[in-house]
């Protein structure tokens, strides 16, 4: 069975928004002189009391096993596809169950690309839950019909795994067009299947989480009234129970700001976002309780600074590595951000777990 294409990937196509720094440079050439703080993240922290962003207590290891992936969606900040072999090894896996072990987090968020290509997806999550994790595995949904992973929704759920599932709408045509013809009816068998060996039933060893992206350039509407939406949606037409949904703001980089670019949002949409900044999501953003490996083993603040080459900053250190992984210097540090950032503050709030306030 094929996968849905719905795009290539910024690198594929040696785009110029496949560098890190030209990303960073758009972003900066937009006009916000006019919004509240101009465009000035930091400023928009320090009117509300945080001078500095720093972290709490570290509770998820979000593990990128590597950018290939068999799908090219639309919005991807990955800028994840089927051209992309950047893969996590052994060795590097190893390091970060090292250092989980010298921490108290109780969460590993395995995610892509499509984390289940990786050869070593099973042995990461089968050391992870040995060690009493609890483990996401961030899933596409179409990666459980190809050859070779018909056998994952049962294996997962002998293990207790939390499957994260993208699936942008609970109709096919705003799914199809942000991931590619076909994704919907291929998603729709997936979630059979894992409602089949028992996922989205209310057990908490087999939970089921669906993941919505806005289909255009706004932000997430109220996650409680869609999740009510969608269950009632998925019931009806397709006999599919999950747990629960989740609403993600789009971020403005990689293929989703060549978008934004493309089509002539760019600048109402950073508006929006800076204009939605909501103070009660600041205690709660990720980049606080969760730290972000890279496929390399290098170290973020959070997924997105991640896709934009933002390295975590330690004083007076070299970039770090998770074989070098040192707790205290960790909480010590300031966390970095971007005009970028706006996109987790707005109105309700966005990280990977869903909405913040």
């Not at 294409?5 to 990303?23: E, F």
């Not at 992870?128 to 595995?137: E, L, N, P, T």
């Not at 269950?231 to 599919?240: C, P, S, T, V, Y």
Request: glycine share 8%.
């Amino acid at each position: 069975m094929s996968s849905p294409i719905a795009t290539l990937s910024l690198k594929h196509r040696q785009a110029p928004l496949s560098s890190p720094q030209q990303q960073q440079e758009l972003l900066q050439t937009v006009d916000l002189i006019h919004t509240p703080v101009q465009g000035d993240f930091e400023a928009a922290l320090g009117s509300h009391g945080w001078q500095t962003l720093t972290p709490a207590r570290l509770e998820i290891f979000q593990i990128n096993v590597g950018k290939l992936c068999n799908m090219t969606c639309r919005h991807c900040h990955v800028d994840a596809g089927p051209d992309r072999k950047e893969m996590m090894d052994r060795e590097t896996m190893d390091a970060c169950l090292q250092a989980l072990d010298q921490t108290e987090a109780h969460t590993v968020d395995v995610t892509g690309g499509a984390p289940e290509l990786n050869p070593h997806f099973r042995y990461l999550v089968e050391q992870c839950v040995a060690r009493g994790k609890h483990v996401i595995d961030r899933c596409n949904l179409t990666v459980l019909l190809l050859p070779g992973m018909q056998d994952l929704p049962a294996w997962l759920a002998e293990r207790g795994v939390e499957v994260v599932c993208s699936l942008p709408h609970y109709r096919p045509r705003n799914t199809d067009a942000q991931r590619g013809n076909g994704t919907f009816e291929q998603s729709i068998i997936a979630l059979q299947r894992l409602n089949a060996v028992g996922y989205g039933k209310g057990d908490p060893d087999r939970q089921l989480t669906l993941v919505s992206n806005p289909v255009g350039a706004f932000l997430s509407a109220n996650q409680g009234n869609l999740e009510q939406e969608w269950k009632a949606g998925l019931q009806k037409h397709h006999g599919i129970t999950f747990d629960r949904l989740i609403t993600i703001n789009n971020m403005p980089i990689s293929r989703y700001l060549e978008w934004l670019e493309q089509s002539g949002n760019l600048q109402a949409y950073m508006e929006r976002l800076v204009n939605a900044f909501n103070p009660g999501t600041i205690a709660g953003l990720m980049c606080r309780n969760t730290l972000s490996i890279s496929w390399d083993g290098r170290l973020f603040d959070c997924d997105f600074n991640q896709m934009l080459e933002l390295e975590l900053q330690l004083p007076n250190r070299q970039p770090p590595h998770i074989r070098d992984f040192d707790l205290e210097h960790l909480t010590n540090r300031q966390i970095v951000t971007g005009r970028h950032c706006f996109g987790c503050t707005a109105g309700a709030g966005s990280s990977c777990g869903g909405a913040i306030a």
